[in-house]
Structure formats: structure tokens, C-alpha cells
């Protein structure tokens, strides 16, 4: 596992020094506590025959393994980019870098279909894939394999599709729980939620947790109904939803997530429970934004369905001549956003893509917009400061913006394209932009320039140099009606005009070293612009950096405490477990693929300012722990469980520097209050976070206490060298 293992160095170089014994670590094939054959018997007999000892598909490809058919390998190979193929196996995912790239199809002469010349030699293994599959089909199955998993310390994953971006449908080791095989569709024109005191009733469907959205608005166009889905016709919808979910319909009705009305839900414990708003709310709360794989494993959810609109979809594509056409390309980026919150008022929601050199001869800019229940001529008129700027800089550019009318959403959607995946490998940094962070045009230009595609060999970039932008103007500003304070994505999406995303490609066989520069990369040069240019917002939990720092408040803002604290109240045992997902921080993902408990301080000595024995499991995850293991000690900072100071730590930085690194980073744009952290080591002051947002600091700051040294409250000496000791 060469590959991931860089990545995970890189993210967490300190936590790899945590010597955990074994007992710490989930069960993995081989250790002494590994299932015996006749226990996964027993358990594949409790489950009525579902269990499945999983082969990867592409095994056919390689002449080493017993099954090998080359004929069988060429449709492997014509699926491989095929995301509905992906879905409908037991294991196989859309990145499988995260699966450490163990098996992908080869041609005869051994270069792998994604151009790896060396993907024959290394030969076909399971790799990261799990080593059992639940084909599940009932809610036992599911609560079986929880119970069961949790008893005997195994990892267990989640997969319905097997799209997620940063790898959270796979595992080393693990045992999967596969939910494709959930069918049912049913569309309810009278829904009312269990228990609910609402009066009345609404326009529904009922999907269980295997069906997708295009199978979802199929069915639905028969009720002459729509419900909102992803984009992408072939994205799940509970991974989808859970974690937020855009779509073509996002903006007008509302994100994934606020359509949500209703669960069933089999929590890690075993337990089949119905969450709506009135009934275990909590969980319901934490399904609707605050991410999949953690909570519990979903088996159904009931969504708002509506009237199907009449549908304009409109497309822009500009192109320009010749390569030089930089300057220009730029400041017409920066003019289009300026004009985008103007589009969106007027009705207009969807994705564009911002493309140029190297990956392309020249610059290119296309958008498709789409329009609900507009009259003739909305488009016409909302173009035509566009139309008119584009005349006026003919010499540049050519453009064709055409749009068409249909009767219903389905009329439009049916003809939509799956992406192609599993292409080789690439690294993501998104970032929510606010209306405010794009109103400057030349700003914006700076900004995007320099991320974004680029003609000049001179400029500092990642080693290949090839970076692409995608816009997405699908945010939903308007609340749910149905409960409305249950939603826990991040607050900001509601002010975000485009959900922004960087990628960077890299050639597959290339040295681990230099697949860990692109994502560094990614991380601090790509989307760290986009975090400065909107510092108040955050990040969209399904399409992130999947080294995302400070990832609790870039997904989840101020939801983060409660989520965590339910996370821990439904999943105590912390059996679920996905990178970046809420309550992860128990666990890390050592660099052999093992999981293991995250060692930390004891409670803090508020007296003698010490912490308490650093083997102690520190079950909240502060992470403290690691800073002793790397050599540090600390002795005077209260309990900061879910602040990221240790992580700049990880970053290699000692905690002086990590002061100073908050030059720059979000914090200071988060006080309402104006108070400021007096006598930081560098002399300047800072704001603060203020009281209300659920954070320990603004606590802090809302009973009188002060960051500054001799207050008593003893943050001060936390910007100080002389407050850290050589631990030994
Ligand atoms: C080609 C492509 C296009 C995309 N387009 C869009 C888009 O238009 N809009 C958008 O918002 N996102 C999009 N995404 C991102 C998408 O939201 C995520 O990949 C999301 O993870 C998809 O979830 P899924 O249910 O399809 O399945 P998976 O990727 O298999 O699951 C993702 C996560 O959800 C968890 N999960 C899945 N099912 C359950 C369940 N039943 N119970 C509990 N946890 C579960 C899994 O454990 C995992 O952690 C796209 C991704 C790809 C690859
Ligand atoms: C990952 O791949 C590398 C290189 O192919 C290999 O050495 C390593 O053993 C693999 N790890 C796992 C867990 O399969
Ligand atoms: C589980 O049982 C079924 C039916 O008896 C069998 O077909 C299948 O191979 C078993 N799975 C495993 C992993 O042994
Ligand atoms: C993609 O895979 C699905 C599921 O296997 C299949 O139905 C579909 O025909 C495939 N698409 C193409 C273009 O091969
Ligand atoms: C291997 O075969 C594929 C498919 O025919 C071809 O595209 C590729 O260039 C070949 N690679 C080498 C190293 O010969
Ligand atoms: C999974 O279960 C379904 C329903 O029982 C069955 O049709 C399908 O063949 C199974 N899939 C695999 C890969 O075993
Ligand atoms: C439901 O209707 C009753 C009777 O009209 C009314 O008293 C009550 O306030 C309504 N409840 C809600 C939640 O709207
Ligand atoms: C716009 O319409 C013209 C004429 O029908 C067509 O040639 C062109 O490809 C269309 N452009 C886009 C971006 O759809
Ligand atoms: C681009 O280069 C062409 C010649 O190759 C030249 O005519 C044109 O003026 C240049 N455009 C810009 C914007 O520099
Ligand atoms: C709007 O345009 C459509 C398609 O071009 C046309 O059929 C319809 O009659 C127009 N409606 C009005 C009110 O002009
Ligand atoms: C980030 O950019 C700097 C120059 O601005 C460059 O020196 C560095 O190599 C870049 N980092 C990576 C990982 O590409």
C-alpha cells in the first residue's frame, strides 16, 4: 500500500509514532483476534447465506490468478470508467487509489488500462479492499452485521455506489456492508412523518438505500413528480444526502438534505429505529448534512417530491483562438462571477467548468444552467450583459449560448451523461465561495489564475501542472419549510454562490513522493487561495480535500459538537469509521491500512497545569497525545478536544509555529465581537471566535476570560515557547 500510505504519512506523519498495541488496533486478517473460519460460517449462516468472500473484478486480467479469462478482462476493461458498473459490484469503487490501486484491469502486455506500465508486474491482490461482503437485503442483515462486526472488532465500511471521492466506501481488512441490493421505489402522494403533530400532508417518495437518482427520477417522471437528486445520474442518494447533495434542482428545491422527511436507520448497536423530526431526532438531525458511514447504516429514506417543472436548460461555451488569449480568458472569469448572483436570482442554477492549458490547447469556459418554470425571454434577458461583453471582446473569444424548453425536468435529465471515473489518479480541494468573496472581478481573477489553468511554464505549480476548475451555482439559499432547524451541513451553504472545486491530475505509476507533492499541492497552494478569498465559509463534506485541515469546522461549522456528541451517543464502540467523517478522530488509519485507537492525555490538572498519564485513552480524540509522541509536551492549555492545532503539528510544525500559522487562516474572520488575542508571540492582535457558535473559545470569551497572559485563564502562555517542555 505504497500509495495511500504516503498520503497518510503526509497527513498524519506524528500519529504513525503512536505505538499501539495490538489490542488497540480492529481485528485484522492474521492477528490472533481475526474471526476463525468456522466463526465467519456461523455469522454467514445468521445472515441466511448473504455473506460474500469478495474476488476484484479485474482479477480476470492477470495471468498469475487462477481465474484469469482475457475475454472476461476486456469487458472489465470497456467498464472500467463506467460509475453504474462500479455500483452494481460487490467491492469495486470509483478511485480505487484507495483501494491502493491492488487490482485494475491490465491489457495483455501488462499496462494497466489507466497507463500504469508496471500494473502487471505488481500483479492483482485485494489490497485495501474489504475482505467480507454483506450482500444485504433486510434490515437484519444489516443489524447482524454490526452487532456481529462490533463484537469481534472488525472494520467495517459502508458502500451503496462506490462514488466517494476521498475513499470512504473501502477499507484494509474490513467487512463491507453493501447496500445496492435495497430496491424499492415508491412514490407517496399523502406522506405524513411517525409521530409528527404537523397537519396535513406532502408529496413524497420512499427509496431504499440502493436506488440512485436517475432510478429515483425515472420512477418519479411517472407521477409527473420530481425529486431532487445529484447532478450525476448514477450518485446514490444516501451518501448523497447524508453528506448535503447538489443537484440540478438544488438551488429552487432545496439541497439533498433539506428534502430529507424521514429514515429508517439500523444504528451500529443493532437497533432499527425511524428517525424523523419528532422521533429520534437527533439522528435525524445528523442524517440530514452531517455526513454518511458514521451514525448508523440507512436503509430507506422518505424525500419531499413536487410538481415536475417545466425545464430551460441553457448552455454558454466560450473558446478563444490561440493560447495567449490569458489575460483577457481571466478578467472575463472574474466578470462572469461578478455577474453570477444576478444569474441565480434569476432563476438560474447548475455547473460550469473553467478549462485551459496544459490540459487543453487553449482556454475554454462552458457552463449548463438550468431554469424551472420561467417565461420566454428570462434567458434572453438575463444574458444580455453577458452577450454584450462577449460582442465587445469578439477579438478573444467566440461563444455560442443556446438554450432549449421542455415540458418536464425528466424531458432534460434523461439525456444527461454519466461522468467518466476511475480515469487515474487525481487529487480534489473545494471550497463553498460566498456572493461577497466573488464581487470583486479582478480579484477573483488574481485568484483563479493563479489556481487554475495556466500557459506559463514559469509559474510555481505541482508537478504536472495540468489543474482544472468546476464551478457548481447549485446552493440552496432558502430554508427547508419541513423543520428547518434539523439540518447540520454547514451553515455557509446557505450564502455560497458557487461550490468551487480545484483538480489536479497525476500520469498512475508515478512514485508515491511525487502523488504525496500533488496533494500537498492541492492542500496548500490550490485550495488554500479559495480558503482566503472566502475565510467564513467551508467545504463541502463529499466533493473535499481529502486532506482537508481543520475538517470538522470546514464541513460542519458550528454543528460539529452536537454531531460528534451524538455520534458518540448511537456508536459508543465507534464501530463505523470513515476518513474525515464525524467522530474519526478515535481511530487513525496507520500506514500498513490498520485502524487504531488514537492514544491521548488524561484530564487536564487545571492545578498544576499538567495533563494527566498520556496513555489514557482520551476517547473525545483531542489529539494532545500525539504532541507528546512526537516529543512534545504540554502542560497548559485547557481541554481544546475538536480545535486543529495538532494538526499543524502533524504538519511538522511545532506549536509555536502553529501560532504564527494563523496568519492567514479563518480565525480571525470569525469574531462578531471584536475581541482580539492580545499579545500573540508576533505582537499583533487578532480576533477571536465569538460566543454563540457553539465553540470552547467563544465560552471562554463570553464569561470575561482573555487570551492574554496573567488573567488567570492561562491561554496566553499557549503562544509561548517557554510553555512547551521536551517530553523525557
Ligand atoms: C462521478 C461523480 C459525480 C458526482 N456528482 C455529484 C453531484 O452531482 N452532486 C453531489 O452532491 N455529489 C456528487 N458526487 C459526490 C457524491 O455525493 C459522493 O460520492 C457520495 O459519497 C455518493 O454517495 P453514494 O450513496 O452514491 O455512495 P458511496 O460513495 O458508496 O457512499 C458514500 C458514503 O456514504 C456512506 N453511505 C452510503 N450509503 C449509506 C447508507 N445506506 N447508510 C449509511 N451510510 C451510507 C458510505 O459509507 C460512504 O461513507 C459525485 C461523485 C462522483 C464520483
Ligand atoms: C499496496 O501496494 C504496494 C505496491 O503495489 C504493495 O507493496 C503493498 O503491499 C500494498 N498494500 C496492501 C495493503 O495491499
Ligand atoms: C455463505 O453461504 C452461502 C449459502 O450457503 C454460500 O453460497 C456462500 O458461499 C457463503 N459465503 C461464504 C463467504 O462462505
Ligand atoms: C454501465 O454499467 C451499467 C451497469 O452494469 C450498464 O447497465 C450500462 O450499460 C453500462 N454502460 C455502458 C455505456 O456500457
Ligand atoms: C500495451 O497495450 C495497450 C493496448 O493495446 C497499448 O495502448 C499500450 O501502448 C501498450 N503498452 C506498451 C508499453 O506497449
Ligand atoms: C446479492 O443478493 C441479491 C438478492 O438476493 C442477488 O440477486 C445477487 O445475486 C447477490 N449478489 C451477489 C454478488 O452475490
Ligand atoms: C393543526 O390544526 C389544528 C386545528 O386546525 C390547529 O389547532 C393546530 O395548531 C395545527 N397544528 C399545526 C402544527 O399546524
Ligand atoms: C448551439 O447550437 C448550435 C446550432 O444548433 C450548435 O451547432 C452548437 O453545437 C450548440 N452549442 C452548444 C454549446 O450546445
Ligand atoms: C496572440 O498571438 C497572436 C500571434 O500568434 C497575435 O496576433 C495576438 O495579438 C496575440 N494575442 C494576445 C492577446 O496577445
Ligand atoms: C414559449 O416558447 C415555447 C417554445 O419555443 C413556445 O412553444 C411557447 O408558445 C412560448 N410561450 C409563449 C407564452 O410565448
Ligand atoms: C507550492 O507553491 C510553491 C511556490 O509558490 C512551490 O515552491 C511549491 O513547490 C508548491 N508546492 C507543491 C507541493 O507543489
Known amino acids: 500500500m505504497r500509495y495511500l500510505s504516503a498520503f497518510i504519512s503526509y497527513l498524519s506523519s506524528s500519529s504513525i509514532l503512536v505505538s499501539a498495541s495490538r489490542s488497540d488496533c480492529k481485528c485484522y486478517p492474521n492477528d490472533a483476534c481475526w474471526p476463525s473460519k468456522s466463526d465467519w460460517d456461523a455469522f454467514n449462516t445468521s445472515l441466511s447465506g448473504a455473506l460474500i468472500q469478495p474476488i476484484p473484478p479485474a482479477s480476470v486480467c492477470y495471468p498469475s490468478q487462477h481465474n484469469h479469462n482475457e475475454e472476461a478482462c476486456s469487458i472489465i476493461r470497456s467498464q472500467w470508467f463506467n460509475s453504474s458498473w462500479h455500483a452494481q459490484d460487490p467491492i469495486s469503487i470509483d478511485y480505487p487509489i484507495w483501494a491502493n490501486n491492488s487490482c485494475n484491469p491490465i491489457f495483455p502486455n501488462g499496462t494497466s488500462v489507466t497507463g500504469d506500465p508496471d500494473a502487471g508486474k505488481k500483479g492483482c491482490s485485494l489490497g485495501n479492499y474489504p475482505v467480507y461482503v454483506v450482500n444485504a437485503t433486510s434490515a437484519e442483515h444489516v443489524a447482524e452485521a454490526l452487532k456481529w462486526a462490533g463484537s469481534k472488532n472488525v472494520r467495517v465500511v459502508v458502500k451503496n455506489t462506490g462514488h466517494s471521492f476521498p475513499g470512504r466506501s473501502v477499507g484494509y481488512g474490513s467487512l463491507s456492508i453493501w447496500t445496492h441490493n435495497f430496491r424499492a421505489i415508491e412514490y407517496i402522494n399523502d406522506f405524513k412523518p411517525i409521530s409528527c403533530p404537523i397537519n396535513g400532508t406532502q408529496r413524497a417518495a420512499r427509496l431504499a438505500a440502493g436506488i440512485t437518482g436517475v432510478e429515483a427520477q425515472a420512477e418519479m417522471a411517472k407521477h409527473d413528480s420530481i425529486v431532487v437528486i445529484g447532478g450525476n445520474p448514477s450518485v446514490g442518494l444516501v451518501g448523497w444526502l447524508t453528506g448535503g447533495g447538489h443537484g440540478a434542482l438544488s438551488t429552487t428545491y432545496g439541497m439533498g438534505a433539506d428534502n430529507l422527511l424521514e429514515a429508517t436507520i439500523v444504528t451500529p448497536t443493532g437497533e432499527i429505529l425511524t428517525a424523523n423530526p419528532c422521533q429520534n431526532s437527533d439522528l435525524f438531525f445528523a442524517i440530514r448534512g452531517g455526513g454518511g458511514?458514521?451514525?448508523?447504516?440507512?436503509?430507506?429514506?422518505?424525500?419531499?417530491?413536487?410538481?415536475?417543472?417545466?425545464?430551460?436548460?441553457?448552455?454558454?461555451?466560450?473558446?478563444?483562438?490561440?493560447?495567449?488569449?490569458?489575460?483577457?480568458?481571466?478578467?472575463?472569469?472574474?466578470?462572469?462571477?461578478?455577474?453570477?448572483?444576478?444569474?441565480?436570482?434569476?432563476?438560474?442554477?447548475?455547473?460550469?467548468?473553467?478549462?485551459?492549458?496544459?490540459?487543453?490547447?487553449?482556454?475554454?469556459?462552458?457552463?449548463?444552467?438550468?431554469?424551472?418554470?420561467?417565461?420566454?425571454?428570462?434567458?434572453?434577458?438575463?444574458?444580455?450583459?453577458?452577450?454584450?461583453?462577449?460582442?465587445?471582446?469578439?477579438?478573444?473569444?467566440?461563444?455560442?449560448?443556446?438554450?432549449?424548453?421542455?415540458?418536464?425536468?425528466?424531458?432534460?435529465?434523461?439525456?444527461?451523461?454519466?461522468?467518466?471515473?476511475?480515469?487515474?489518479?487525481?487529487?480534489?480541494?473545494?471550497?463553498?465561495?460566498?456572493?461577497?468573496?466573488?464581487?470583486?472581478?479582478?480579484?477573483?481573477?488574481?485568484?483563479?489564475?493563479?489556481?487554475?489553468?495556466?500557459?506559463?511554464?514559469?509559474?510555481?505549480?505541482?508537478?504536472?501542472?495540468?489543474?482544472?476548475?468546476?464551478?457548481?451555482?447549485?446552493?440552496?439559499?432558502?430554508?427547508?419549510?419541513?423543520?428547518?432547524?434539523?439540518?447540520?451541513?454547514?451553515?455557509?451553504?446557505?450564502?455560497?454562490?458557487?461550490?468551487?472545486?480545484?483538480?489536479?491530475?497525476?500520469?498512475?505509476?508515478?512514485?508515491?513522493?511525487?502523488?504525496?507533492?500533488?496533494?500537498?499541492?492541492?492542500?496548500?497552494?490550490?485550495?488554500?487561495?479559495?480558503?482566503?478569498?472566502?475565510?467564513?465559509?467551508?467545504a463541502y463534506f463529499n466533493e473535499c480535500d481529502s486532506f482537508e485541515p481543520e475538517w470538522q469546522t470546514a464541513f460542519f461549522g458550528p454543528h460539529y459538537r452536537r454531531l460528534r456528541q451524538i455520534k458518540e451517543k448511537y456508536d459508543p464502540g465507534a464501530i463505523l469509521w470513515c476518513r474525515r467523517c464525524v467522530g474519526s478522530e478515535v481511530y487513525t488509519e496507520q500506514e500498513d491500512g490498520r485502524l487504531c485507537r488514537v492514544k491521548g492525555y488524561g484530564p487536564r490538572d487545571r492545578e498544576k497545569r499538567?495533563?494527566?498519564?498520556?496513555?489514557?485513552?482520551?476517547?473525545?480524540?483531542?489529539?494532545?497525545?500525539?504532541?507528546?509522541?512526537?516529543?512534545?509536551?504540554?502542560?497548559?492549555?485547557?481541554?481544546?478536544?475538536?480545535?486543529?492545532?495538532?494538526?499543524?503539528?502533524?504538519?511538522?510544525?511545532?506549536?509555536?509555529?502553529?501560532?504564527?500559522?494563523?496568519?492567514?487562516?479563518?480565525?480571525?474572520?470569525?469574531?462578531?465581537?471584536?475581541?482580539?488575542?492580545?499579545?500573540?508571540?508576533?505582537?499583533?492582535?487578532?480576533?477571536?471566535?465569538?460566543?454563540?457558535?457553539?465553540?470552547?473559545?467563544?465560552?471562554?470569551?463570553?464569561?470575561?476570560?482573555?487570551?492574554?497572559?496573567?488573567?488567570?485563564?492561562?491561554?496566553?502562555?499557549?503562544?509561548?515557547?517557554?510553555?512547551?517542555?521536551?517530553?523525557?
Not at 473545494?430 to 514559469?458: C, H, Q, Y
Not at 467563544?698 to 497572559?709: F, I, M
Request: hydrophobic share 35%; charged share 25%; aromatic share 12%.
Open 293 to 538: 458511514g458514521t451514525y448508523g447504516v440507512v436503509l430507506e429514506v422518505v424525500v419531499k417530491a413536487y410538481s415536475t417543472p417545466q425545464t430551460t436548460f441553457h448552455t454558454l461555451a466560450i473558446g478563444s483562438p490561440a493560447p495567449n488569449v490569458s489575460k483577457e480568458y481571466w478578467d472575463l472569469i472574474g466578470f462572469l462571477h461578478a455577474e453570477m448572483p444576478r444569474l441565480k436570482a434569476g432563476g438560474m442554477q447548475g455547473y460550469y467548468f473553467i478549462v485551459g492549458p496544459p490540459a487543453t490547447p487553449t482556454y475554454s469556459f462552458l457552463w449548463g444552467f438550468y431554469l424551472y418554470d420561467k417565461p420566454n425571454g428570462t434567458v434572453e434577458a438575463l444574458m444580455a450583459p453577458i452577450e454584450a461583453r462577449l460582442k465587445k471582446d469578439a477579438a478573444f473569444f467566440t461563444y455560442q449560448s443556446n438554450h432549449t424548453t421542455a415540458p418536464t425536468f425528466w424531458d432534460v435529465f434523461k439525456e444527461s451523461q454519466n461522468e467518466l471515473v476511475a480515469t487515474g489518479g487525481a487529487a480534489y480541494g473545494s471550497r463553498l465561495l460566498s456572493p461577497e468573496s466573488l464581487g470583486d472581478s479582478e480579484r477573483t481573477a488574481k485568484v483563479f489564475k493563479e489556481i487554475g489553468p495556466s500557459n506559463d511554464p514559469l509559474k510555481p505549480n505541482g508537478p504536472f501542472s495540468n489543474p482544472v476548475l468546476l464551478g457548481h451555482m447549485i446552493a440552496s439559499p432558502n430554508e427547508p419549510s419541513y423543520y428547518p432547524d434539523a439540518v447540520s451541513f454547514h451553515p455557509a451553504w446557505r450564502k455560497t454562490l458557487a461550490h468551487f472545486i480545484v483538480v489536479e491530475g497525476w500520469p498512475e505509476g508515478v512514485a508515491p513522493e511525487i502523488i504525496r507533492s500533488v496533494y500537498t499541492d492541492i492542500t496548500s497552494n490550490k485550495t488554500e487561495p479559495l480558503r482566503k478569498l472566502a475565510p467564513d465559509t467551508g
Open 610 to 728: 499538567v495533563w494527566g498519564d498520556y496513555s489514557e485513552d482520551v476517547s473525545a480524540g483531542s489529539g494532545w497525545g500525539k504532541r507528546k509522541e512526537s516529543g512534545w509536551n504540554h502542560k497548559a492549555i485547557e481541554d481544546v478536544n475538536e480545535n486543529d492545532w495538532h494538526k499543524r503539528a502533524e504538519d511538522g510544525n511545532e506549536w509555536k509555529n502553529a501560532i504564527d500559522a494563523v496568519d492567514g487562516n479563518p480565525w480571525h474572520g470569525r469574531s462578531e465581537e471584536g475581541h482580539s488575542w492580545a499579545r500573540r508571540s508576533d505582537g499583533e492582535e487578532r480576533q477571536i471566535w465569538s460566543a454563540g457558535d457553539g465553540n470552547e473559545w467563544g465560552k471562554r470569551e463570553a464569561q470575561g476570560q482573555n487570551w492574554s497572559p496573567g488573567d488567570g485563564q492561562n491561554w496566553g502562555p499557549a503562544v509561548g515557547a517557554e510553555d512547551m517542555e521536551r517530553a523525557n
